[in-house]
């Protein structure tokens, strides 16, 4: 079975902070993915990752940034914490050439006060 | 507008019903379509998955693309409590630059009744 764990399921930090939030998934995919999941606006795509040390923007990555050094792990970064950036936060991973079958993790919900 | 456009529910339906889940698009060049059901406190897990129009059946379960009118839909029969659950269309296109990258629609939250 496929597996991608995210290191926390509930997190709670303080404006400004800074958020390290890590993935990692066991499948060799090359494709890694950081969305985030707010209610009626569905999955949005922050950053993702077809490849050791590659990153692409996706539609909002503005105050995220990521970092992948391994091909297992895939991280994400929130440089400076804001109460804008509540929400849950879905890593998934695939293979560089599956379009559409993406393989999630559980998810963190992070609350930032 | 956005791409993709899914109405988030609330669906509540009896169980036994037919329930049908439904998403547009705007984008002509979407060429791969998917199903993803997120249950509650779970992340999205891939459940049908289609290329080109037409039907595509999987047990109690039928997706439905409509290229022409950019439509697709998800069709449950004989629905089940184990049903219930966020369900989430998802679309890519063929041949991009950003390989595996999909856009989802909102989700529509599905509850099925005993």
């Known amino acids: 079975d496929v597996k991608v764990t995210q290191s926390s399921r509930y997190l709670v930090k303080r404006t400004g902070e800074k958020v390290f939030l890590e993935c990692v998934q066991d499948?060799?995919?090359?494709?890694m993915f950081w969305y985030r999941q707010d209610p009626g606006l569905g999955l949005r795509l922050i950053y993702f990752?077809?490849?050791?040390?590659?990153?692409e923007k996706g539609d909002i990555p503005e105050g995220y940034s990521v970092s992948r050094e391994k091909k297992e792990r895939f991280s994400l970064i929130l440089e400076s914490a804001s109460t804008n950036q509540t929400s849950m936060y879905l890593c998934a991973s695939s293979f560089l050439t599956a379009v559409g079958e993406q393989y999630f993790g559980p998810g963190t919900r992070l609350t930032v006060t | 507008q956005k791409e993709v456009e899914q109405d988030p529910g609330p669906l509540s339906v009896p169980e036994g019903a037919i329930v049908s889940l439904n998403c547009t698009y705007s984008n002509s060049a979407f060429q791969y379509f998917m199903w993803y059901r997120q249950y509650s406190r779970k992340g999205p897990e891939l459940l049908m998955y289609t290329y080109s129009s037409g039907n595509k059946e999987d047990g109690r379960f039928t997706a439905q693309v409509d290229k022409s009118s950019k439509y697709i839909s998800l069709f449950i029969r004989d629905s089940q409590p184990s049903d219930s659950a966020t369900y989430l269309c998802a679309m890519s296109v063929k041949g991009s630059s950003n390989t595996g990258k999909l856009i989802f629609g909102q989700g529509t939250t599905l509850q099925v009744k005993p």
């Open positions: 990752s077809y490849d050791v040390k590659m990153k």
């Open positions: 499948m060799d995919h090359e494709n």
